[in-house]
Nanobody, 121 residues
Framework: QVQLVESGGGLVQAGGSLKLSCAVS????????VAWYRQAPGKQRELVAA???????NYADSVKGRFTISRDSAKKTEYLQMNSLKPEDTAVYYC???????????????WGQGTQVTVSS
């Protein structure tokens, strides 16, 4: 069974940095796209950053220049480096990984359990 385990959230002052990790456990054939989402209280979940298997990245306008998504295929781990954090970045952050279990399998995806990021002013 494939599981995603997130870590790295916490409380930080405005202007500070945090690095989130998302480790994929379980036997998979390949990882396709990886993304980070966030959901603030009373708001819909929104895409923060994504990177596809070719390395092309996509960022929400609100985080461009401050956040960096990366992946370590050997470790089956994805990261979100967050710099210059603002109070409006406060949310629960979720990783989403699209993968194949076998060479002929369809692409499916899983979600991490979420990690709280709180930025104080």
């Amino acid at each position: 069974q494939v599981q995603l385990v997130e870590s790295g959230g916490g409380l930080v002052q405005a202007g500070g940095s945090l690095k989130l990790s998302c480790a994929v456990s379980g036997r998979i054939f390949s990882i396709n796209d990886v993304a980070w989402y966030r959901q603030a209280p009373g708001k819909q979940r929104e895409l923060v950053a994504a990177v596809n298997s070719g390395g092309t990245t996509n960022y929400a306008d609100s985080v461009k220049g401050r956040f960096t998504i990366s992946r370590d295929s050997a470790k089956k781990t994805e990261y979100l480096q967050m710099n210059s954090l603002k109070p409006e970045d406060t949310a629960v952050y979720y990783c989403n990984v699209a993968y194949k279990l076998g060479i002929f399998s369809r692409v499916t995806d899983s979600w991490g359990q979420g990690t709280q990021v709180t930025v104080s002013s």
